[in-house]
T-cell receptor, first 114, second 112 residues
Framework: DGGITQSPKYLFRKEGQNVTLSCEQN?????MYWYRQDPGQGLRLIYY???????QKGDIAEGYSVSREKKESFPLTVTSAQKNPTAFYLC?????????????FGQGTRLTVV | RKEVEQDPGPFNVPEGATVAFNCTYS??????FFWYRQDCRKEPKLLMS???SGNEDGRFTAQLNRASQYISLLIRDSKLSDSATYLC?????????????FGTGTRLLVSP
């Protein structure tokens, strides 16, 4: 079955550590996205990628980095420069179908700084 | 001004009630509109796309008003299982690439 997979589901990080969140999709989608969600708040865009080897900053890119070396994969690194990384991270992918571009989400990674 | 704005709620309604949510968007070039549902601590899932002519799926009706730049979601005969956060999503064009923009969501609580 096609889908989008995020791992791990839960992640604990010590202060000052970099961590990488995995996102893989087998939907043959061109576009991929990373969002951050804080308790009781909406989704905020961190980075997005339209095509392999290209990505753009979203609204809250500081302290994060991404790569898009393969169409299927869009890993997110949360660096030590991100001052408040504890949040729910969601990866999504989409493919333009005419004028519709619905997004499919992974199950999310819950990151906690300890 | 936010690109997509929603009333955060919560909307507290009894079972069987009809409830409506609105969402406004600022980018007049937006072409695609969606409603997603998000349950607590879960990922958002597509509820329905919103078409210019309006569309209905069972108890759910979505409408688009391009002139006023808002979309709406109407839920009839509310069920306890409808309790969730409803996210408005707009496809905003950004230098040729359609970027998805999410509203902060409207929380619905349906009580017995």
């Amino acid at each position: 079955d096609g889908g989008i997979t995020q791992s791990p589901k839960y992640l604990f990080r010590k202060e000052g550590q970099n961590v990488t969140l995995s996102c893989e999709q087998n939907l043959n989608h061109d576009a991929m996205y990373w969002y951050r969600q804080d308790p009781g708040q909406g989704l905020r865009l961190i980075y997005y990628s339209q095509i392999v080897n290209d990505f753009q900053k979203g609204d809250i890119a500081e302290g994060y980095s991404v790569s898009r070396e393969k169409k299927e994969s869009f890993p997110l690194t949360v660096t030590s420069a991100q001052k408040n990384p504890t949040a729910f991270y969601l990866c999504a992918s989409s493919r333009e179908q005419g004028r519709r571009t619905e997004a499919f989400f992974g199950q999310g990674t819950r990151l906690t700084v300890v | 001004r936010k690109e997509v704005e929603q009333d955060p709620g919560p909307f507290n309604v009894p079972e069987g009630a009809t409830v409506a949510f609105n969402c406004t968007y600022s980018n007049s070039a937006s072409q695609s509109f969606f409603w997603y549902r998000q349950d607590c601590r879960k990922e958002p899932k597509l509820l329905m796309s919103v078409y210019s002519s309006g569309n209905e799926d069972g108890r759910f009706t979505a409408q688009l008003n391009r002139a006023s730049q808002y979309i709406s979601l109407l839920i009839r005969d509310s069920k306890l299982s409808d309790s969730a956060t409803y996210l408005c999503v707009v496809n905003g064009r950004n230098t040729g690439f359609q970027k998805l923009v999410f509203g902060t969501g409207t929380r619905l609580l349906v009580s017995p």
